[in-house]
């Protein structure tokens, strides 16, 4: 028998947080914290006041974060202090553990192996959750012939390489995010849910730092997540206290997160305004990935002064900046600005069928001295700007990584799709 209170109904609870479905609102759940600290699937257990409003607090950023990156999440919004909205989910009872650092229980299963070892690419590995038998380790074979089905979706091949390709992706954001506070993030842990009406795999559960192992400057010594209370011999209020403000220096600090540590933008010259529409289709697809996209019209065949005055007004301001050169027939613009700047250029012509084979000519076969790039899809133009300024903005890099995993992703299920129908 379910209760009603508050417009809401208890469907799950466990040793950290509580799970409420929302009356007002189908299809969503409310996920509420708890102020209780545990480890060794809860052998240990403390209350630890404020946990259940830091651990919310970094969760909701963390999804955030990955969001906005464009990774599919079951997060909606944060509701309160210590609880956020999410879609419902039916849960797939498998932990994802991704490692980058072998350190921990890795080292126990694999003797030989010393702490430290770099995992590249990726180690990955899952465990059942079961807390009668300590959440066992599982392999990819007995993760698929268990044959799992979850609001409506059956768990086979391709849901399980969606999941392990997502791991790593979701890790990688993190880790790439976590560097720019000069933080290891050594290894985390992820559960994946279905969507009950999207019928989609989404990552769900909750990230916070109980999920994760993180070292500043890569020094365990320094670690700020839940290993230093599973490590304590006594917990003694003092104790208490020292995890506690480990947990806030890591809630403040994933605020940081999501702040873009360099602001850079493309500035596309075009040859006539005819090309207007040619770079509109770059401003567009620069705005996908959050990059400020200016457009200019200059022809240094006719006036090579004023593209020369242009550039330099760029150069002036400091702002990390690409040039994106759009000029049809014979290209001078591009060979022009690389000629005279140290600043990125690309070419990126509005070819034409009938002299498109000739002109391309232009932009391709540069004098020595000359470093521009020739990319011909608008799209593509602004792709590769953005993996310029992704070295040095995680943020722009989380967004090229989220689409390399959905363009995977959708491959994937289109093939599924098609064999299901060639059956």
Same mark, same amino acid.
């Given at each position: 028998?379910? $209760? #009603? %209170? *508050?417009?809401?109904?208890? #469907?799950?609870?466990?040793? $950290?947080?509580?799970?409420?479905?929302?009356? &007002? *609102?189908?299809?969503?759940?409310?996920?509420?914290?708890?102020?209780?600290?545990?480890?060794?699937? +809860? /052998?240990?257990? &403390?209350? @630890?006041?404020?946990?259940?409003?830091?651990?919310?607090?970094?969760?909701?950023?963390?999804?955030?974060?990955?969001?906005?990156?464009?990774?599919?999440?079951?997060?909606?919004?944060?509701?309160?202090? %210590?609880?956020?909205?999410?879609?419902?989910?039916?849960?797939?009872?498998?932990?994802?553990?991704?490692?980058?650092?072998?350190?921990?229980?890795?080292?126990?299963?694999?003797?030989?192996?010393? *702490?430290?070892?770099?995992?590249?690419?990726?180690? @990955?590995?899952?465990?059942?959750?079961?807390? +009668?038998?300590?959440?066992?380790?599982?392999?990819?074979?007995?993760?698929?012939? $268990?044959?799992?089905?979850?609001?409506?979706?059956?768990?086979?091949?391709?849901?399980? &390489?969606?999941?392990?390709?997502?791991?790593?992706?979701?890790?990688?954001? #993190?880790?790439?995010?976590?560097? $720019?506070?000069?933080?290891?993030?050594?290894?985390?842990?992820?559960?994946?849910?279905?969507?009950?009406?999207?019928?989609?795999?989404?990552?769900?559960?909750?990230?916070?730092?109980?999920?994760?192992?993180?070292?500043?400057?890569?020094?365990?010594?320094?670690?700020? &997540?839940?290993?230093?209370?599973?490590?304590?011999?006594?917990?003694? %209020?003092?104790?208490?206290?020292?995890?506690?403000?480990?947990?806030?220096?890591?809630?403040?600090?994933?605020?940081?997160?999501?702040?873009?540590?360099?602001?850079?933008?493309?500035?596309?010259?075009?040859?006539?305004?005819?090309?207007?529409?040619?770079?509109?289709?770059?401003?567009?697809?620069?705005?996908?990935?959050?990059?400020?996209?200016?457009?200019?019209?200059?022809?240094?065949?006719?006036?090579?002064? *004023?593209?020369?005055?242009?550039?330099?007004?760029?150069?002036?301001?400091?702002?990390?900046?690409?040039?994106?050169?759009?000029?049809?027939?014979?290209?001078?613009?591009?060979? /022009?600005?690389?000629?005279?700047?140290?600043?990125? /250029?690309?070419?990126?012509?509005?070819?034409?069928?009938?002299?498109?084979?000739?002109?391309?000519?232009?932009?391709?076969?540069?004098?020595?001295?000359?470093?521009?790039?020739?990319?011909?899809?608008?799209?593509?133009?602004?792709?590769?700007?953005?993996?310029?300024?992704?070295?040095?903005?995680? #943020?722009?890099?989380?967004?090229?990584?989220?689409?390399?995993?959905?363009?995977?992703?959708?491959?994937?299920?289109?093939?599924?799709?098609?064999?299901?129908?060639?059956?």
């Amino acid at each position: 028998i379910r $209760t #009603l %209170t *508050e417009n809401r109904y208890k #469907l799950n609870e466990g040793k $950290t947080k509580q799970i409420f479905e929302l009356v &007002d *609102e189908p299809g969503h759940v409310l996920v509420q914290s708890k102020d209780q600290i545990t480890a060794g699937n +809860a /052998v240990r257990k &403390d209350q @630890m006041e404020g946990k259940a409003a830091i651990a919310n607090r970094t969760t909701s950023c963390v999804f955030k974060l990955l969001q906005e990156a464009g990774i599919k999440t079951a997060f909606v919004r944060q509701q309160s202090e %210590t609880a956020f909205v999410a879609a419902h989910c039916e849960m797939i009872p498998i932990e994802w553990v991704c490692r980058r650092v072998a350190t921990g229980s890795f080292l126990k299963r694999n003797p030989g192996v010393k *702490e430290g070892y770099r995992f590249s690419p990726l180690k @990955m590995e899952m465990f059942f959750k079961d807390d +009668a038998n300590n959440d066992p380790q599982w392999s990819e074979e007995q993760l698929l012939e $268990t044959k799992f089905s979850l609001a409506g979706l059956n768990i086979g091949r391709c849901e399980v &390489d969606i999941m392990n390709r997502s791991t790593v992706a979701i890790f990688e954001v #993190l880790e790439r995010a976590w560097a $720019t506070q000069n933080c290891t993030l050594v290894d985390m842990k992820i559960e994946f849910g279905v969507n009950v009406h999207t019928k989609e795999i989404v990552l769900a559960d909750v990230i916070d730092n109980d999920s994760w192992r993180l070292w500043p400057a890569g020094d365990r010594s320094q670690q700020k &997540d839940k290993q230093v209370y599973r490590d304590l011999k006594e917990v003694t %209020t003092e104790a208490m206290q020292m995890v506690k403000k480990n947990f806030e220096w890591v809630s403040e600090r994933v605020k940081l997160l999501l702040e873009p540590k360099a602001c850079g933008r493309v500035v596309v010259l075009m040859g006539s305004t005819s090309d207007l529409a040619h770079c509109e289709k770059i401003r567009k697809a620069c705005g996908s990935y959050g990059i400020h996209c200016v457009l200019r019209v200059t022809s240094a065949h006719k006036g090579p002064d *004023e593209t020369l005055r242009i550039k330099a007004e760029y150069e002036g301001d400091g702002v990390p900046t690409v040039f994106v050169a759009v000029a049809g027939r014979s290209n001078g613009l591009g060979p /022009v600005m690389s000629g005279n700047t140290a600043y990125p /250029v690309i070419n990126c012509p509005p070819i034409t069928p009938d002299w498109g084979a000739q002109d391309i000519w232009s932009s391709l076969r540069m004098p020595s001295g000359l470093g521009c790039s020739t990319v011909l899809s608008p799209d593509a133009a602004a792709q590769f700007a953005a993996q310029i300024f992704g070295l040095s903005d995680h #943020l722009v890099w989380s967004k090229l990584r989220a689409s390399m995993l959905n363009t995977w992703v959708s491959l994937k299920q289109a093939d599924k799709k098609l064999q299901a129908c060639s059956l």
